[in-house]
């Protein structure tokens, strides 16, 4: 059974407390530094345009020091960052691999950034990227916070749990995340140099994190948790390995297959997992039963997300560009050539990514794959709480009717009946109605006049579901005994329930 990597032994580790103290004393946090950039500046910024941001920081005396070499990726008179840097010693922080010296003058050897996704401020050391500077990325180059993490930060459920599992871990972040929602972290990597800057990120933080290095789940085998995230290195595409970041070694989605397969072993009864994957479009395959396909037969309650399906010579190019190669150039042509080979030999037509939620539970798998390809209101982590719980009254509705029957729902205060009329030959005539959710993923429902007024007579005072039916058979003139009406009523409570426009009380 492997031990966890103890906190002691990197250099760098171990300036961490000095390092924080710097930080603080400086403002280097996220309100500070879009307070002192300014709006223009802070947009130039994730723009990678370094002059704005070079300007503004000219007048920010030690804060703007940190803003140069952290953000922008300048060099600084030794003294001044002594200055920025106190009560952390410059030449310990050169020994430690944070700077790199030449001359007088010092520059950033590390990516050193703030980050607040609710929970406060979080610093989170990784490699240097190539967003102010062209740098070419190593195999063993460990990512910053990027937008598939930033993804994933958003979209994780953060109602207190026990134990957590960061399934490849990288530069640390959603270890770091968990800590403020587990009582125990524990995370995973392949890569020694990002448990390296994990374990240095959760020091700066000061944070408890285990940290095992190792394949996939093998450091972790034979445990559970109530709580696994994961963002893997789920490219799709050959089975090679050039950056640990992304690249899993394994043809076409196995990455994703190998995680959404595995995790449900790895949770706790009644544990969640928050996954991002990515899953192959195939020619003649629907992409649901794909993704359903690796998940076991039993134990599992599944909602996955598809927010984004890429043509395969977009995303090829995309993460081309992320490597930093220039897609112009001979080498970078000739693997876009073998990656676009590897597609038309699989009949990849697109590449689906999304969120995968989990949930251990006792029973069948269920699983209900989506697309949500239009804008929604973060955080959807905590939809995703909500989604399990609504399921779980949905099961055990099925298993006994008569409890939605005798139920009594109340409609979400965020849900809204639209009407949608167009010119017609007699004016204007109703074409569209839908009940339409303005919070959370925005979920729409196209309604007739009939499900319009079983909605309408829903009240958390009021009848239950069987009354309000036989209401509104008498009022349209229906058969209140009538099977499929009683059916109809039915699916169409637990499709609104299932999304979150109407609960039940």
């Known amino acids: 059974m492997p031990t966890p990597r103890t906190t002691t032994a990197s250099p760098l580790t171990a300036l961490c407390p000095d390092l924080r103290t710097a930080l603080t004393r400086v403002g280097y946090d996220a309100d500070t530094l879009l307070e002192v950039l300014g709006d223009q500046a802070h947009a130039a910024l994730g723009r990678q345009e370094p002059v704005p941001v070079r300007r503004a920081a000219r007048a920010a005396g030690d804060l703007g020091t940190l803003i140069l070499l952290f953000l922008v990726g300048d060099d600084v008179a030794d003294r001044d960052a002594a200055s920025a840097f106190a009560p952390l010693e410059v030449d310990r922080a050169v020994a430690a691999g944070l700077l790199t010296r030449s001359g007088d003058r010092?520059?950033?050897?590390?990516?050193?950034?703030?980050?607040?996704?609710g929970a406060g401020t979080r610093w989170v050391l990784s490699d240097l990227d190539d967003s102010m500077r062209r740098r070419t990325l190593t195999e063993d180059h460990v990512l910053g916070v990027g937008h598939a993490s930033l993804s994933l930060l958003r979209a994780t459920p953060t109602r207190p749990v026990g134990s957590v599992l960061d399934l490849g871990t990288g530069c640390g972040v959603q270890a770091v995340h968990a800590g403020s929602y587990g009582r125990s972290v524990t995370a995973t990597d392949v890569n020694p140099r990002a448990l390296w800057l994990a374990e240095a990120t959760a020091a700066l933080n000061e944070l408890d994190i285990d940290f095992l290095e190792g394949s996939?789940?093998?450091p972790v085998a034979g445990r559970r948790f109530d709580q696994v995230v994961a963002n893997p290195p789920f490219v799709?595409?050959?089975?090679?390995?050039?950056?640990?970041?992304?690249?899993?070694?394994l043809a076409l989605d196995g990455a994703s297959e190998l995680v959404l397969s595995r995790a449900p072993e790895f949770l706790a009864p009644g544990g969640t997992a928050a996954l991002l994957a990515a899953w192959a479009h195939v020619e003649g395959?629907?992409?649901?039963?794909?993704?359903?396909?690796?998940?076991?037969?039993?134990?599992?309650?599944?909602?996955v997300v598809q927010r984004d399906v890429a043509d395969p010579a977009l995303y090829v190019g995309t993460w081309l560009r992320d490597a930093g190669l220039d897609p112009r150039e001979a080498g970078a042509q000739e693997r876009a050539e073998r990656w676009l080979d590897a597609f038309e030999a699989a009949d990849v037509a697109g590449i689906g990514f999304g969120f995968v939620y989990l949930r251990a539970i006792d029973g069948p798998t269920e699983v209900l794959a989506e697309d949500?390809?239009?804008?929604?209101?973060?955080?959807?982590?905590?939809?995703?709480?909500?989604?399990?719980?609504?399921?779980?009254?949905?099961?055990?509705?099925?298993?006994?009717?008569?409890?939605?029957?005798?139920?009594?729902?109340?409609?979400d205060p965020a849900t809204a009946l639209e009407r949608i009329y167009l010119s017609g030959e007699h004016?204007?005539?109703?074409?569209?109605?839908?009940?339409?959710?303005?919070?959370?993923p925005r979920w729409q429902h196209e309604v007739d006049d009939v499900t319009a007024s079983l909605v309408a007579g829903m009240r958390a005072d009021g009848p239950p579901l069987h009354e309000v039916v036989e209401l509104l058979a008498l009022a349209h003139g229906y058969d209140a005994d009538d099977p499929e009406l009683a059916a109809d009523s039915l699916s169409v409570v637990?499709?609104?329930?299932r999304h979150g426009l109407i609960r039940p009380v």
């Open 494 to 497: 637990t499709g609104l329930v």
């Open 285 to 303: 395959q629907d992409w649901r039963q794909r993704v359903s396909s690796w998940l076991p037969a039993e134990g599992v309650d599944a909602w």
């Open 372 to 411: 949500l390809a239009h804008g929604f209101e973060d955080p959807l982590g905590a939809e995703a709480s909500d989604y399990f719980e609504r399921s779980a009254w949905l099961r055990a509705v099925a298993r006994d009717p008569d409890l939605a029957w005798s139920a009594r729902f109340a409609v």
């Open 236 to 249: 799709v595409g050959p089975a090679r390995v050039e950056h640990t970041y992304r690249d899993s070694g």
């Open 427 to 440: 004016g204007w005539e109703q074409r569209v109605a839908r009940l339409h959710r303005g919070d959370g």
């Open 216 to 218: 996939w789940f093998d």
């Open 106 to 117: 010092v520059r950033a050897a590390l990516d050193l950034r703030p980050l607040d996704v």
